[in-house]
């Protein structure tokens, strides 16, 4: 991949200024410096990586992350790092650029996807099907159990890098197994006091919730991925909300406000809020963030 696509000569030459200013030599310090694509794989990582760990997440969880804008800021925090974790599934391409850029020789690459059974792998992709993924769809994080696949795999990376940490790393992958299975419990609970389990989703990205709570997802106001709804489809899908008794579109806050107010206006569809990715890189924020969005679901969250 040519990052100079995305890249302007002038961000470049700012790059080369930063780096000369800012650059330290890698091992100043003692902890495993893990840059990560998202703000869920960076949770995950510090889960894991305790105090052994510096855990920095490159997307914000409030911006859409199938399109990170390639900065130098970002590169020069990467030529530091010693590990990088990629969602995978072409979810992230960006982050070839910042890699790329970073010119960080020792740099290890992690595709988090590793070992992850993608959803809606399509039989033959076209443009016709509208952005979508050649090798499924990528939002696998939002499935609590494949957080904790992805913990197993950072662990295993981890030892590689820092030997001396790998039981440490393990038996933390294995206690974050754990927590996965107790916030699933309790997210099946929220999900039982639903009346209805059929929802709308504004793109295919809470494909793995539905998946893994049982929550059918009817239908989406993007009639393929990356398409905006017509007029036609939003109309369809006020008679499926209707027929069905939907009452609730999940849509992220970077997409369009426009096709949910209509089906409010005309369904009474009630639009919840939320990014698909947590607020925080910190332990605890990946887990917190799927509960709070089945709490919202339900009715009784914020
Ligand atoms: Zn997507």
Not at 122 to 145: C, E, I, K, M
Not at 190 to 199: C, D, E, L, Y
Request: with cysteine; charged share 20%.
């Amino acid at each position: 991949m040519n990052f100079r696509r995305f890249v302007s000569p002038t961000a470049l030459f700012l790059w080369s200024c930063l780096f000369v200013l800012t650059s330290t030599p890698a091992h100043t310090s003692a902890k495993v410096r893990v840059a990560a694509s998202t703000t869920d794989l960076a949770s995950i990582a510090s889960s894991v990586g305790g105090a052994e760990v510096d855990v920095f997440a490159i997307a914000r969880p409030t911006a859409d992350p199938h399109r990170v804008e390639v900065l130098p800021s970002y590169m020069v925090q990467v030529s530091r790092a010693n590990l990088y974790l990629k969602v995978g599934l072409q979810l992230d391409q960006w982050a070839d650029g910042i890699i790329d850029g970073s010119r960080n020789a020792k740099l290890r690459v992690v595709d988090c996807s590793k070992g992850i059974t993608p959803l809606e792998k399509p039989t033959s992709a076209s443009a016709a099907q509208g952005d979508v993924h050649p090798f499924g769809n990528p939002h696998y994080w939002l499935d609590p159990r494949n957080g904790a696949i992805v913990a197993r795999t950072i662990a295993d990376e981890l030892s590689q890098v820092d030997p001396s940490h790998a039981a440490a790393y393990h038996d933390r992958a294995k206690a974050f197994a754990s927590e996965v299975d107790a916030s699933f419990k309790r997210g099946q609970a929220i999900v039982a006091t639903m009346p209805v389990k059929t929802i709308l989703t504004y793109h295919r990205s809470w494909s793995y919730l539905g998946d893994a709570f049982g929550l059918e997802i009817a239908d989406t106001v993007e009639p393929l991925p990356g398409i905006p709804p017509t007029a036609k489809h939003l109309q369809d899908l006020v008679q499926l909300a209707k027929a069905r008794k939907i009452g609730v579109l999940l849509q992220e806050p970077y997409f369009s406000e426009d096709g949910g107010k209509f089906l409010t206006r005309a369904a009474g569809v009630r639009v919840v809020k939320a990014s698909s990715a947590c607020e925080a890189p910190a332990a605890g924020s990946y887990l917190g963030h799927i509960e709070s969005v089945l709490k919202q679901l339900a009715g009784n969250g914020s």
